[in-house]
């Protein structure tokens, strides 16, 4: 749908809170999203300019839309979340999360049993959880069966099936873990109260339960009923053991939940912590896949509705490290500057660190402490797998970086027997290149790393990877032709998104078994040169080494100047800004300066 079409549509689209949704060509919905004000909202999607390129992608595939209206923007906020999960639009923020967690039910029936379940099923029972620990579960299972006495039969214990007699007591009575309520031996009322205690131990409401048992213990210790006292101090002292391995935060902070945010590229990572009654009960991080580049303060928004319904959180109050903007007005969001509920957002951060960090391990292969032998295998997989002349013992690879925009940067990583040679890393200034251009700049950067070594007589390396598609690599291979390295090294390029693998002039890429070592070591070198190349930015960043054309502007600080930046993407883009979009971030005056400048430098030409 171009901006025309939409024009002629827009008058219809109200001004009121409700969901919106894009279908493509085929009539497939491929973005759900939710507004205060509908018409504002999608009209933002077909202005001429776009803050990013993957929301130009969604526009380009948009051929139909359709909204509804809702009385709020809570409304909004849960039917969209409602949708999203429904059917999980392509260009929607996709929580991965494909578990399913166990349950603790308690059936809907006479003398209602207890067991362990995955599925959740709308017939009337009590479902405790779910847990993400299936071991805890039936320990606290273990638990029940030898402690309370609760039935495992699937009898129809009816009033009238057991007025008839229709049942007698099997092993588990004459054992002790039943009463016997199959033989009306024990009452309804009896059994409810056993119930009552599991519920509060699978609960967490454990100080209770065990003041009532050591009262229990004491009357049975004064009647002199000492094997039946026996058995109550078995119970207290498990429950003691179970208590202890929770992490016991306060017990005046109450039930609450907390949440944290790490967010790498294109994946982001929460981690979210249940406390009920000062305890940590729930501990669960959750990766979620961005579409649209949106802000960690709409992912962790998107989660927190996410989790807390997957989880039946009641709690009303909610820890995040910074304020976001979340319609229902009856929880409270605090950021906490110490004390407990500080501790607790530190350990959320902690875990959700711990939880990347991990991740990131099983993706990538490090070969430092391995035997030669493991190491030359993995070297052999990968000649195999890419069909290389040459064992790769010498790999490079390369990648460019420029901030929001502007600074362009390049950097090389060096592995040698599938191990980082950090002296032989590279970083690069681009200097022949004006303004972006990805691809001059891999260019020039591999032109001068080759001529370096054929000029200084070094060995050249079997494999080299251009972080970057089919264009990038074309671009390096020019490189290699003018200096006429063409069949002394093999150069692939690596497609950011997919991991795909391509050479030269193939028209078709190759994709490595995801588990393989060898894209493992592959994905290790492209992380190390992300790693290396950003670390250089950074740090020439905060150095002032960059020379940013805005802060040449008389009147216009560097302040000011990273505000447009972080804002517009880059200095192109903000020099075709109109005066009014330009003063909607930086105000009148400054505005009038900046656009100034780039008119009247534009009428010098």
């Keep these: 749908m171009t901006s025309e079409q939409f024009q002629q549509i827009a008058h219809t689209i109200p001004h009121n809170a409700g969901i919106y949704k894009y279908f493509d060509k085929n009539k497939e919905l491929i973005y759900v999203g939710k507004a205060k004000d509908l018409r504002k909202r999608v009209s933002s999607y077909f202005s001429k300019t776009f803050t990013t390129y993957k929301t130009h992608e969604l526009v380009q595939r948009i051929v139909s839309l359709e909204f509804t209206i809702v009385d709020s923007e809570q409304d909004a906020f849960l039917l969209e979340n409602a949708l999203i999960k429904q059917f999980q639009p392509k260009y929607n923020i996709n929580l991965k999360d494909d578990k399913t967690y166990p349950f603790i039910v308690i059936k809907k029936e006479p003398f209602p049993r207890v067991f362990l379940t995955r599925r959740k099923i709308n017939d009337g029972s009590e479902y405790l959880g779910p847990f993400t620990s299936a071991g805890r579960v039936r320990e606290l299972i273990g638990f029940i069966k030898q402690f309370i006495s609760i039935r495992t039969c699937k009898l129809n214990l009816s009033d009238v099936n057991i007025q008839k007699n229709k049942f007698k007591v099997c092993l588990e009575y004459h054992l002790g873990n039943c009463k016997g309520p199959c033989e009306g031996l024990q009452t309804a009322l009896d059994y409810d109260k056993d119930l009552q205690e599991l519920k509060n131990i699978l609960k967490g409401n454990l100080n209770g339960v065990m003041a009532q048992l050591k009262n229990e213990m004491q009357e049975k210790v004064q ?59 729930q501990t669960h991080t959750v990766p979620l896949e961005t579409k649209l580049e949106e802000t960690e303060e709409e992912v962790l928004s998107f989660a927190i509705l996410q989790l807390r319904e997957t989880f039946n959180s009641l709690s009303d109050e909610i820890i995040v490290p910074f304020p976001i903007d979340y319609p229902d007005q009856s929880l409270h969001f605090s950021i906490p500057k110490g004390g407990d509920k500080k501790k607790l957002l530190e350990l959320s951060l902690k875990n959700v660190n711990y939880y990347q960090a991990e991740l990131t391990k ?44 502007s600074y362009p940067v390049a950097a090389m990583v060096c592995f040698k027997d599938g191990i980082a040679s950090n002296k032989d890393y590279r970083h690069y200034n681009i200097k022949t290149v004006a303004g972006i251009n990805d691809f001059a700049s891999m260019s020039e950067v591999v032109f001068r790393r080759y001529k370096r070594l054929l000029e200084e007589d070094v060995t050249l390396p079997q494999l080299v990877i251009i972080d970057g598609g089919k264009g990038q690599l074309g671009a390096a291979m020019d490189s290699i032709y003018k200096l006429g390295l063409q069949g002394k090294l093999t150069l692939v390029g690596l497609a950011k998104n997919e991991e795909e693998i391509f050479f030269p002039g193939d028209s078709n890429s190759i994709k490595l078994p995801w588990e393989s070592d060898s894209l493992k070591l592959i994905r290790r070198i492209r992380d190390e040169v ?64 900046i656009w100034n400048y780039f008119n009247n430098q534009d009428d010098k030409k």
């Design 362 to 405: 099983k993706k990538t292969l490090h070969l430092e402490g391995k035997t030669d032998w493991e190491k030359k295998n993995v070297l052999y997989q990968l000649k195999e797998d890419l069909q290389l002349q040459e064992l790769p013992v010498h790999i490079e690879c390369f990648d460019n970086s420029n901030f929001q925009g």
């Design 530 to 593: 992300h790693r290396f190349g950003i670390t250089f930015h950074r740090n020439k960043r905060s150095k002032g080494t960059f020379k940013n054309e805005l802060e040449d502007i008389k009147g216009i600080s560097t302040q000011t100047a990273d505000l447009l930046l972080k804002t517009f993407k880059s200095v192109k883009h903000i020099r075709e800004k109109n005066l009014e979009e330009l003063s909607a971030v930086i105000g009148k005056s400054r505005a009038a300066i």
């Design 223 to 281: 009647a002199m009923e000492f094997e039946k006292a026996e058995l109550i101090r078995k119970k207290i002292d498990y429950l003691d053991s179970y208590q202890s391995k929770s992490v016991i935060v306060s017990r005046h902070l109450g039930n609450l939940d907390v949440f944290s945010i790490l967010k790498d590229g294109d994946v982001a990572y929460v981690n979210y912590l249940m406390v009920q009654n000062g305890t940590i009960v």
